[in-house]
Every structure is written in C-alpha cells, then in structure tokens.
C-alpha cells in the first residue's frame, strides 16, 4: 500500500519536512516513489509547498495519508472530513484517566 507522508530532513533541532509517497512498510528514509511537496514548520507564511496536481492524483490511484499529512491536507482544503487524532493513548493511560475522573466525580 502506498502512503503520503513526512520525511524529517534539516539540520539538527531545525527540522523541515518533505511530503514524500512510498510503500508503506518501507522506512521514511529510504528510497521513496516521489516528492510531493516540502513543509517548515519555521515559516508560518511560506513554509508550506505542495504539489496539489501530484496529491489528487496519487490519492486517485489509492494512496493513503499518514495522520499527520492528512490534517495538513485537510486544513488546506485538498481532502474533505473531519481531522484525525494523531496522539495515541495506550489502554494504561486511559484506564488512569478514567479512574481519576471518577474519583473526583463522588468528591463533588
């Protein structure tokens, strides 16, 4: 399966991005298929380039975006939907969370 997503490039604690489509089991920085597009998030104005032609088309062959690139998308008006969550809480956390919230429940 292919997938659109970030490839970290730049300098060491001054991280830029580029889009890139590969196989999904591949590593981002390996070889990958094409570059879409370059993302930093430095620049507020000018940090985002893509190459919109190359995303609707690759999307129309069944690639997938990765969470991240699809909220990017998204935002930008290229995919419709909602945002997806991209910070994953283990079963753990969630079962900590939720007994907290049900202590404090009985308190008040």
């Given at each position: 399966?292919?997938?659109?997503?970030l490839q970290r490039v730049g300098k060491k604690k001054f991280a830029t991005y580029r889009f890139i489509i590969s196989e999904n089991g591949r590593d981002t920085q390996a070889n990958h298929i094409e570059n879409l597009g370059s993302f930093n998030p430095h620049d507020s104005k000018n940090g985002l380039v893509l190459k919109t032609e190359r995303i609707k088309y690759w999307l129309s062959k069944g690639a997938q975006a990765s969470d991240t690139v699809h909220n990017i998308l998204v935002s930008q008006g290229l995919l419709d939907g909602k945002?997806?969550?991209?910070?994953?809480?283990?079963?753990?956390?969630?079962?900590?969370?939720?007994?907290?919230?049900t202590e404090k429940a009985p308190a008040a």
């Open positions: 399966m292919l997938v659109i997503r945002k997806k969550n991209t910070v994953k809480i283990s079963k753990k956390r969630a079962e900590k969370i939720q007994k907290k919230k």
